[in-house]
C-alpha cells in the first residue's frame, strides 16, 4: 500500500483546500475529522476536485487507540495537524475546552504517532503567538506571547514540538504559523463555512455582500496606518495548502523542528479590504465605524523570507483574487455547505 498522509480536520476550512493540494501533488491522504465544526458533504466536494474522496475516519484525535489504528491501516508516514478549535474569542470564556482540544488532542496525536512509528508532523500554528509589539514585520524569531487561551494553546504545543524534537533527532516538524489565510477555492466548490456570526473580516464581508448581513462594523478608525483601521497580513487559503506540500517535501530532506510564518509579508487595511470586495462583488458593503475592540493590534504582517529560503515557498495570489474567489464561493453557497 502506498504511504499516506494523515490530515486531521481535513474537512475543515484550510484541511480542504490542503486536502485537494496533496492530491494534486500525488499524495494519497486519510482524513480524521469528528465533524465539530464541519460537514461530510465536504468529502464529495474534496472528491470533485482531487479526483476521488480522500479516506476518511470519522473520529476524535484524543482517542488514541482510532488514531493509531487509522496509521497502521492506512500505512500513514506523515501528519498534517490541522484539528483544533480556533476562536480566539471563544476561547476566553471556554480556556478548559480549549486547552482539552488544541492541547490534550495534540498530545493523544503525538503519542499514537510515536506507538506507530511515524515521526514526521506539520503543525497548524498562528501569527497570535506572538507578542504584540510596533516592529513589523514579525521574523520568527520575534518575542513571543500570546494574549488568548487560544494563541497560549498553539504557543504550548510549539514548545511540546520543540521539546520533543530535542529528545529525538528522529523528529521532523514543521510549526507553520498562518497569518490570516482568506479566499476559497477558484471553482467556487470548497471554501469557508463559518457557524453563527463569522470571527474574521472576509467572511463577515462576504455575508454583507450577499445581503445575509446588514452592514460590516469597522472596529476603531483612529489607529497609526494608512487609513486608521486595523492593518493584517490576508494570505489566499490555497497559498497556505501548497505551503504545507512543500513542507511535507521539506520535512523528508530534514530532520528537527522548524518554524515558518505562512503570509504575504504585506498589510492590507480593513477599507482596503472592503473596496477590493467591493470591486470583486460588483456590490456596495455598508460599514459603521465603531469603538475599538479591547486587544486588537493595529498592525501585523509576516517576515517571510524564511518560508521561501527553507521551503521555496512564496504566497502566489493577489488580494484581488483572495476577494474574488472568496464572492465567488459566497455567491454559488450562500449558506455554505448546509
Ligand atoms: N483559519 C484561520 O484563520 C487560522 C489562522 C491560524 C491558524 N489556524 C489553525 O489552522 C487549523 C485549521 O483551521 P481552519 O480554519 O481550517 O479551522 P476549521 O474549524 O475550519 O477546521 C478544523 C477542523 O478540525 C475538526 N476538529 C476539531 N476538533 C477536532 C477533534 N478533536 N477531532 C477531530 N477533528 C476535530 C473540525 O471539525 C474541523 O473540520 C486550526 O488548528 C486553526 O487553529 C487557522
Given amino acids: 500500500m502506498n504511504a499516506k498522509v494523515l490530515v486531521t480536520g481535513g474537512l475543515g476550512y484550510i484541511g480542504a483546500h490542503a486536502c485537494v493540494a496533496l492530491a494534486e501533488a500525488g499524495r494519497s491522504v486519510v482524513v480524521v475529522d469528528n465533524l465539530a465544526n464541519s460537514s461530510s458533504a465536504v468529502l464529495d466536494r474534496i472528491a470533485e476536485l482531487a479526483g476521488g474522496p480522500p479516506a476518511f475516519v470519522h473520529g476524535d484525535i484524543r482517542d488514541i487507540g482510532l488514531l493509531a489504528r487509522t496509521m497502521r491501516d492506512h500505512a500513514v508516514d506523515s501528519v498534517i495537524h490541522f484539528a483544533g478549535s480556533k476562536a480566539v474569542g471563544e476561547s476566553v470564556g471556554l480556556p478548559l475546552s480549549y486547552y482539552d482540544n488544541n492541547v490534550g ?184 465605524v465603531v469603538a475599538r475592540r479591547p486587544g486588537d493590534i493595529d498592525r501585523c504582517w509576516a517576515e517571510v523570507s524564511l518560508a521561501h529560503g527553507l521551503l521555496g515557498w512564496q504566497a502566489r495570489r493577489s488580494l484581488a483574487q483572495m476577494c474574488e474567489d472568496s464572492w465567488r464561493w459566497q455567491r454559488d453557497n450562500p449558506l455554505g455547505y448546509r
Fill in 105 to 288: 488532542g495534540s498530545m493523544a496525536l503525538l503519542a499514537a504517532m510515536a506507538a506507530t512509528g511515524v515521526r514526521r508532523l506539520i503543525f497548524s500554528s498562528s501569527a497570535t503567538v506572538y507578542a504584540q509589539s510596533g516592529r513589523m514585520p514579525l521574523a520568527e524569531t520575534a518575542t513571543l506571547g500570546a494574549s488568548s487561551p487560544y494563541g497560549r494553546s498553539k504557543l504550548f504545543v510549539e514548545h511540546m514540538l520543540a521539546d520533543l524534537c530535542a529528545s529525538d533527532p528522529a523528529w521532523s516538524v514543521a510549526c507553520l504559523r498562518y497569518f490570516n489565510p482568506v479566499g476559497a477555492h477558484p471553482s467556487a466548490r470548497i471554501g469557508e463555512s463559518p457557524r453563527g456570526v463569522p470571527n474574521n473580516l472576509m467572511p463577515y464581508i462576504a455575508q454583507v455582500a450577499v445581503g445575509q448581513r446588514e452592514r460590516l462594523s469597522v472596529f476603531g478608525d483612529d489607529y497609526e496606518t494608512v487609513d486608521g483601521t486595523g492593518v493584517r497580513d490576508y494570505v489566499h487559503v490555497l497559498d497556505v495548502a501548497e505551503g504545507h506540500v512543500k513542507a511535507l517535501d521539506y520535512l523528508q530532506r530534514v530532520n528537527g523542528c522548524a518554524t515558518i510564518n505562512l503570509g504575504t509579508g504585506h498589510g492590507v487595511s480593513v477599507l482596503q479590504m472592503l473596496r477590493e470586495y467591493e470591486r470583486a462583488s460588483g456590490r456596495l458593503i455598508p460599514f459603521q
